[in-house]
């Protein structure tokens, strides 16, 4: 995919996803084994860990970070997040900043996929799927410790346990998003939205603040929550390129320059690409104003994949939206993606939610990666099957009766 007409080197974003346990997303910490020290909440906060020493409190010393008490009777601890948006993780970060002599010594990472929104109890009893994704593995002190995941299934939450005990600043899950796209064929939505998978795959310019915060969900609540770029000396303009989490129509940009008074950029262009080149305008260039949130309608009725915004000359935006409705096809795909990534579990859970029958769920799930075409021949001949492809591909087929499940 191209991006035409811009005289200086573009910045590639990094391909690690994103932190998919974030605030930014919703991530919360759902329950911990102990926070004698430090607040569960503290490892999702964004941004680098502070401290500042010898500030003391009625718990001790302030840290910022969770921190458990010193175990004397055995076994360790543990916290358990819901990420903010399921997906497919690829790292995970224990980062124990300022932890030296009180961190823990060894860690471990697992995750589970569960439909609707389990509470502490069900998480911690014994019918919780736990997978391991990092195995115990050792850490070090005042350090961000990476450990690289392989596993490709989707997840909804991760547990870290910490062995025996002591303290860790942040935990950061880094993944592609894999969006849960039931009902979506009946909505519209922000199609650049990292709730849905979308991402900045390059900018022109992150000096001051990244591209990447463009497209987060939620308002920014200051200029450094935004995209602020460096002064332009030169003819040019600065630009960013999104891939859209789903592949659809566009028929809303919103284009916010709140909390820059003084350096939001003078105007925009925005173009989209339908297969490969950025040919299909969305925006002419329109003059902006400072510390406002825009909305400009959109008339073009074709399906786009990617979105690029160019920024003249330079200055700083807070949030980019292009809100549409999803392309047919890209509904199915991203149907596909998804159950196929669920957890055995989840999967056939999924699917008797919806009226698909336990033993015929049970033996969809087993047929696993399902390509697209499977089901809609199995839905001539069987009731279950159907119901499966309407929860699959969101489609609404009238199965022949007297058939069997598949």
Sequence with gaps: MTAPGYDAPMIAEPDVGVDLASRWLGGTVVAASDESFGDKENLLTPGLAAF?????????????????RRRRQGGHDWVIVRLGAPGAVSSVTVDTSFFTGNHPEYC????????????????????????????????????????????????T??????????????????????????GLED??????????????????????????ALNRPGLARSMGEGWETRRRRDSGNDFVVFRLGLA????????????????????????????????VVLLPRTRLQPDTQHEFPVDYPGTVVAIRVDAFPDGGL????????????????????????LPATQAVTSLTDGGVPADAATEITSKRPLQEGHLRDASEGGIAAAA?????EGAQ??????????
């Design 52 to 68: 500042e020493p010898g500030r003391y409190g009625n718990r001790g010393e302030i840290v910022d970070g969770w921190e458990t």
């Design 108 to 155: 471990a990472v697992h995750a589970a996929g569960h439909e609707g929104y389990p509470g502490a109890d069900e998480l911690t009893g014994s019918a919780a799927d736990w997978i391991e994704l990092v195995p115990r593995s050792p850490l070090r002190g005042d350090c961000e410790n990476v450990f690289a995941v392989t596993d490709p299934r989707r997840f």
């Design 157 to 182: 939450h991760v547990r870290l346990s910490a062995y025996p005990d002591g303290g860790v600043a942040r935990l950061r899950v880094h993944g592609q998003v894999l969006p849960d796209p039931r």
């Design 187 to 212: 909505l519209t939505v922000d199609l650049l939205s990292q709730v849905y998978g979308g991402a900045v795959v390059a900018s022109s310019d992150d000096y001051f603040s990244a591209a990447a």
């Design 248 to 279: 659809g129509r566009v028929r809303r940009l919103a284009v916010d320059t709140s909390y820059f008074r003084y350096n939001a950029s003078d105007s925009v262009a925005v173009s989209a690409a339908a297969a490969h080149d950025f040919d």
């Design 318 to 341: 807070s949030r980019v939206r292009a809100i549409g409705s999803i392309d047919p096809a890209a509904r199915r795909q991203a149907g596909y993606r998804w159950f196929n990534a």
């Design 388 to 392: 499966a492809l309407a929860i699959i």
């Design 397 to 406: 087929l009238e199965p022949r009766t007297g058939g069997s499940a598949p």
